[in-house]
């Protein structure tokens, strides 16, 4: 499985090896007790970081590796490879038993750093998650093998300290924030104002989740990267300093948010980031890892020496934290590579030590697949001598429909590792601007990270539904052929329906050439796995999707209910998670869930369908009666009274419907 990565995150093994193996181990007990008992796990810290070796012994696994992570992944790869179980987002499964001295399986990984999630991500889908929430995704992430993981919960609590002790009163600052699905694009300096102002209470909750997400990524080994203080400045901050040197830009361009960012150059700046990065750790405890963002999708000034404004960001940030390393996304490098060519690019990095910084390069599946251009490590020459972080960003906006290249995710890792040795990515990871989808595609890149040779896709695809479903009946080959054929051999970046937005807003992107095939497939193996949960999730997703293409009116009733028997795609579960933040009073409940609704659908200018998802209570409550509301000739007037009363009311979601009569209906009507 490859060579053993060098010059890696070095594991903080003051954190002990004993707190290494006892975190790994309750990773291994939540997905399943049974495993637990059937492993041992030893931290060795002799051993590489990104490596694994096990054996058995007397029937029980032995896993040896550095870190809380390697032995989770070690775990998790013996239990992928002899088909014995999966844990996704949907749904999880093992089968228990002994192990057999021929079934094991040792791997390493040429990567470093395992990277994985986006900044928007803490939007689309962590916004208003609880710790239990949370503890699942960082036992994926653990499983899948991520050590740098993003950690951007509780920055606007740090940033309400920074206010304060530069003069703002506390309705000033509360009007400095957004609602908390938003959050991100503030951070990146994109917008202001939406849900504002931000309940000061919000700020306690998400220091006390932000404390439980850190120390669990510290004892699995994990580096977090954390949020660091870009720049971004309310007006409320000018009124209070009229003579800072700012600049304020649009985003896009398109004059439908702005922001207001202190330059580097102003001593403000530089004092705000000491004041900064002290709070930060005084709270969290150190960072070496700082998320800095400058100008995403934003516009450049023509006449702004990027080179010298990186130099004062960096320079203020070591000025801090002497070990502090910058991190960039990369997304408008190849988003504006009319804005940001080689020269603009090499201009802003001349700078910087090579040390200092980590170039995020999120979308290569955009840069191959869609805008096919040529690789952003090619055509940046390796980021000119800085480290860069290859990855991808299979989701946008957390849409449900299903796309993606498999071919392209199994084997781009070949082409990256077979480029010269400069312009070599130190880490591979996975971009998504939402979770909970194309669930395939994660645990296809999360392996890719450790095959540097590359992945036969067919036998791996048997091999993962084995895992996920316990056997691989004949109509199966049936139903990837014709995904591979449809949606998983094209790579679609917002897959929507029509109905999913006004009239001539958006238009139908989901591929839904084969889905009909892969379906009737699907629903054939029915025999044999009508009683595994995650099959049937599977049924009701691909269900979904293929009942939304019917023309020339969906039923939406129908696909409703199908999806109301999904784990995850309920419009219920989302809203539960905004109106159960502890401690809410009713009208702080009313309002997080009114950022909530606000995001997955009317967003804000030019932003509104963006999100597009296929969930049960979102297509009876939302998409449905706004259709219909359109194709009887409603007004735009109407529909906008529509689309408001839906964000602004506190409501909850309309009666369920009947979840497992609409599942015997699709088996019924899809059989051959």
């Not at 040896?64 to 999966?86: F, S």
């Not at 503890?135 to 509780?154: M, S």
Request: glycine fraction near 8%; charged fraction near 20%; hydrophobic fraction near 40%.
């Amino acid at each position: 499985m490859g060579a053993p990565c060098e010059g890696g995150v070095a594991p903080d093994f003051t954190v002990g090896r004993a707190i290494f193996e006892a975190t790994a181990r309750g990773v291994i007990e939540r997905f399943s007790p049974e495993a637990a008992q059937s492993v041992r796990l030893v931290c060795d810290v002799s051993m590489a970081p990104g490596r694994f070796e096990a054996t058995v012994d007397a029937g029980l696994l032995v896993v040896r590796g550095a870190t809380g992570v390697d032995l989770c992944r070690g775990v998790y790869t013996n239990v992928r490879q002899n088909g014995r179980g999966i844990k996704s987002w949907s749904g999880k499964r093992f089968a228990a038993g002994a192990w057999q001295s021929g079934e094991v399986v040792s791997g390493a990984t040429p990567f470093p750093w395992r990277y994985f999630f986006n900044a928007v991500t803490f939007g689309y889908s962590t916004a208003f998650w609880d710790w239990t929430r949370w503890e699942e995704e960082l036992d994926l992430l653990a499983l899948w093998g991520i050590n740098f993981p993003l950690a951007l919960t509780g920055q606007e609590a740090v940033m309400a300290q920074v206010y304060r002790s530069m003069g703002l009163s506390e309705a000033e600052i509360a009007a400095s924030f957004c609602g908390p699905a938003h959050l991100p694009w503030l951070r990146m300096g994109n917008i202001e104002g939406i849900d504002a102002p931000l309940p000061a209470a919000w700020h306690d909750g998400q220091i006390a989740l932000q404390r439980q997400i850190l120390q669990r990524m510290r004892a699995l080994g994990m580096e977090p990267i954390c949020p660091g203080f870009a720049g971004v400045v309310s007006e409320a901050f000018v009124k209070h300093y009229p003579e800072a040197k700012v600049m304020r830009l649009d985003w896009g361009g398109q004059k439908r948010f702005n922001t207001i960012l202190l330059h580097p150059s102003d001593p403000l700046f530089k004092q705000m980031m000491q004041r900064y990065v002290q709070v930060w750790e005084a709270t969290f405890g150190p960072a070496r890892y700082w998320l800095i963002d400058l100008f995403n999708e934003m516009p450049v000034p023509p006449d702004l020496d990027v080179a010298a404004l990186a130099s004062d960001v960096y320079g203020a940030l070591t000025e801090a934290d002497a070990d502090a390393v910058w991190v960039m996304q990369g997304w408008m490098f190849g988003y504006q590579r009319h804005l940001w060519h080689a020269g603009r690019v090499r201009e802003l990095l001349s700078r910087l030590p090579a040390e200092g910084m980590v170039v995020l390069d999120l979308a290569a599946d955009y840069t191959h697949l869609l805008w096919k251009q040529p690789s952003t490590h090619a055509y940046y020459d390796g980021f000119y001598g800085k480290a860069w972080v290859n990855s991808y960003i299979p989701n946008m906006g957390g849409k449900t429909g299903y796309t993606g290249v498999l071919e392209f995710y199994a084997a781009h890792v070949r082409t990256l590792l077979a480029a010269p040795p400069h312009q070599r990515p130190k880490g591979f990871g996975v971009a998504p601007e939402g979770l909970e989808n194309n669930e395939v595609v994660y645990e296809l890149l999360a392996d890719a990270a450790w095959h540097p040779e590359g992945i036969d896709l067919l036998p791996w695809l048997r091999q993962y539904t084995r895992c996920r479903y316990g056997s691989y009946p004949q109509a199966m080959d049936g139903y990837w052929n014709a995904l591979l054929a449809g949606p998983y051999g094209a790579f679609t970046d917002h897959p929507r329906f029509a109905w999913q937005g006004r009239s001539g807003r958006v238009r139908t992107t989901i591929h839904t050439q084969q889905t009909e095939r892969a379906l009737r497939a699907l629903v054939a193996c029915a025999p044999e796995l009508r009683s595994n949960a995650l099959y049937e999730a599977d049924v009701r997703e691909l269900g979904a999707i293929v009942l939304g293409a019917q023309q020339p009116t969906p039923d939406f009733e129908w696909m409703d209910a199908l999806l109301e028997g999904h784990p995850t795609h309920r419009l219920s579960r989302w809203l539960d998670f905004a109106t159960h933040i502890p401690g809410a009073t009713p009208e702080q409940q009313a309002y997080y869930e009114r950022s909530a609704r606000r995001l997955i659908t009317t967003w804000g200018p030019g932003v509104e369908d963006y999100s597009a998802r296929l969930w049960s209570g979102l297509i009876r409550d939302y998409y449905a009666p706004r259709y219909r509301l359109e194709r009887a000739g409603a007004a735009i007037e109407a529909l906008e009274t529509f689309e408001t009363t839906w964000v602004e009311k506190k409501w909850g979601v309309s009666v369920a419907p009947d979840a497992t009569a609409a599942l015997e209906r699709l088996f019924q009507a899809y059989q051959k």
